[in-house]
């Protein structure tokens, strides 16, 4: 195994390391204090490529792989992880589920139009009432000759206001069954799809997230992804390379959040020497390091096997366990080492610490990845 970038990746990470200092580092703070989502951003990103990264070029995507892909994530999330979450949520969630499962018909529909930023996308899976446990979901849609009546409503929805394509799984046969849920794409407009209340959150708070409400909205059968009662099985599928996603978020905010107390005790004296030279603060950084290093190795590995096709659901629920545990581990540390200044809005750390919570949670808990590879280990 290769660990050096190549040439290529050298010049995606320093294209993304300029977009983030000219587009993203003057603006985070005020858009995590004020809620803004600054969608003219990702048009921004759309024409560098940024929101069809794994999207084939004849769609107007970037054709990179999931190393690249990983790469592109982390860096931007070293300086915001709600912008590295949006971008993450439109590429892995919804484009990824209409590149991976749609006809081609769909996929030249809609694949142009969100691979190069003119629309945004959104993916519906949660429930007020079925978090981790999707199969019990209430938001159906029943057939009415050449159009389904969806009704019901999603929650948690990155971008539930913004997106101009939502791609939402309802169900369509019994309660409990894996085979009674199917995918549809609902255009922005479509009668009938409204959008909810906006979360006001801890953290991530420049990534938008709300409540998405279906009421009687007629949506035709050929926006219906794959096939009926297809739906559950896809969003798993889909889920993994999420799992990879937020790994990577996760990886870029302990970077960002280790890197900044690596300044901070550089430049911080007490009693008479920088706090660097302290081992109670030098061997926080030297454990930030290790477990850094640890989960960028996870994630390329499971990188590695969703690429090549493998069975990678083991893989991508391990690197995203210990990347989102690292990011959150991290994150406190940081703010440790900061001290008084680390609970200040002042400085970056505070906004590491809340933002890291997330990786925990969103794309399955971290008590999911634990039952994810607990099972895989015991079904051996």
Not at 88 to 100: D, E, F, G, M, R
Not at 149 to 155: E, V
Not at 249 to 256: C, I, R, T, Y
Not at 277 to 281: A, T
């Given at each position: 195994?290769n ?7 050298r010049m995606?990470q320093?294209?993304v ?6 587009e993203?580092?003057?603006?985070f703070?005020?858009?995590?204090e004020?809620q803004?989502?600054p969608?003219e ?6 024409e560098l490529g ?9 769609y107007g995507?970037?054709?990179?792989g999931?190393?690249e ?5 982390e860096e ?11 971008f ?13 499962f749609a006809n081609?018909?769909q996929?030249?529909?809609w694949?142009?139009?969100?691979a190069?930023g ?5 993916w ?7 978090g981790s ?9 029943d057939n009415d000759?050449d159009?389904w ?7 948690f929805?990155t971008?539930?206001?913004s997106?101009d ?9 019994e309660l409990l069954?894996s085979h009674g849920m ?6 922005r ?6 959008a909810g ?9 420049a990534?938008e997230?709300a409540?998405?409400?279906f009421?009687n909205?007629r949506?035709?059968k050929e926006?219906?992804?794959g096939?009926i009662?297809e739906?559950f ?12 996603s937020?790994?990577a ?8 959040a280790m ?8 430049e911080?004296?007490?009693?008479g020497?920088?706090i660097s ?5 030098s ?5 930030m390091a290790t477990e850094i290093?640890?989960?960028r190795?996870?994630l390329?590995?499971a ?25 959150v ?5 940081a703010?440790?080492?900061f ?5 200040v809005?002042?400085?970056p750390?505070?906004k590491?610490?809340?933002?890291s ?6 794309e399955?808990?971290s ?12 079904n051996?």
């Open positions: 195994m660990f050096d970038y190549s040439e290529q990746q995606i320093q294209m390391l300029d977009f983030t200092k000219k993203i580092t003057p603006y703070q005020k858009w995590d004020e803004v989502f969608s951003l990702f048009k921004k990103g759309g940024l929101m069809g990264i794994l999207v084939p070029e004849e995507g970037a054709a990179l999931y190393e892909y990983i790469l592109i994530i931007i999330s070293k300086v915001c992880g709600a912008i590295g979450l949006s993450a949520a439109h590429n892995s969630l919804c484009v990824n589920h209409i590149l991976k081609e018909v996929k030249k529909k694949l142009p139009k969100l190069t003119q629309w945004l996308g959104a519906g899976l949660t429930e007020p009432n079925t446990d999707a199969m019990r979901m209430k938001c159906i849609a000759g159009y009546i969806i009704n019901g409503s999603k929650n929805i971008h539930g206001i997106s394509l939502v791609v939402v799984i309802v169900r369509t046969g069954d199917t995918a549809f794409a609902v255009e407009g479509t009668k009938g799809l409204k209340k906006k979360e006001d959150k801890l953290g991530m708070r990534s997230t409540e998405v409400i009421d909205c949506v035709h926006n219906i992804i096939k009662g739906g099985i896809q969003s798993m599928k889909i889920l993994d390379g999420g799992r990879i937020i790994g978020m996760a990886l870029g905010m302990a970077e960002g890197h900044a107390a690596i300044n901070y005790s550089k911080r004296e007490q009693f020497k920088s030279k302290f081992q109670g603060v061997f926080k950084l030297a454990d290093e640890a989960s190795l996870l390329y590995q990188a590695h096997y969703i690429k090549n096709l493998k069975k990678s659901n083991y893989y991508s629920s391990i690197a995203k366990y210990k990347a989102s545990e690292v990011a581990s991290v994150a406190n540390d703010v440790q080492i001290g008084g200044y680390g609970y809005k002042e400085y750390v505070e590491f610490y809340r933002d919570k997330l990786s925990t949670i969103g399955g808990t008590e999911i990845q634990k039952l994810v590879i607990s099972r895989s280990l015991l051996n």
